[in-house]
């Protein structure tokens, strides 16, 4: 059983940034696919971006393509999120998920999730 807790969260500007991060425990980080999915109020999840299990591949929507960076360090079981140029759209609740195949962008691939963390982009 792997347990994420999302963390980094929080009230920023148009234009500005933030960091997600993710931490894992319960299992062997590096033998899944890493992904971020958000959550806008009043619509579906959707994915944002996956990262292979070395790290050395990563796969992003196109919304927030150029925008957002990926990562993971595999030997302190975490995973991150830089987000730059943030938007009013990028409004969601982001959810950390592991899973098997990459890239993990579908809920159906998703083994486990974390409890999500707010992030909020003021106009």
């Known amino acids: 059983q792997v347990q994420l807790v999302e963390s980094g969260g929080g009230l920023v500007q148009a234009g500005g940034s933030l960091r997600l991060s993710c931490a894992a425990s319960?299992?062997?980080?590096?033998?899944?696919?890493m992904g971020w999915f958000r959550q806008a109020p009043g619509k579906e999840r959707e994915f944002v971006a996956s990262s292979s299990r070395s790290g050395d591949n990563s796969y992003y929507a196109d919304s927030v393509k150029g925008r957002f960076t990926i990562s993971r360090d595999n030997a302190k079981n975490m995973m991150y999120l830089q987000m730059n140029s943030l938007k009013p759209e990028d409004t969601a609740v982001y959810y950390c998920a592991a899973g098997r195949g990459y890239p993990l962008t579908r809920d159906y691939a998703v083994n486990y999730w974390g409890k999500g963390t707010l992030v909020t982009v003021s106009s």
């Open positions: 319960g299992g062997t980080f590096s033998a899944y696919t």
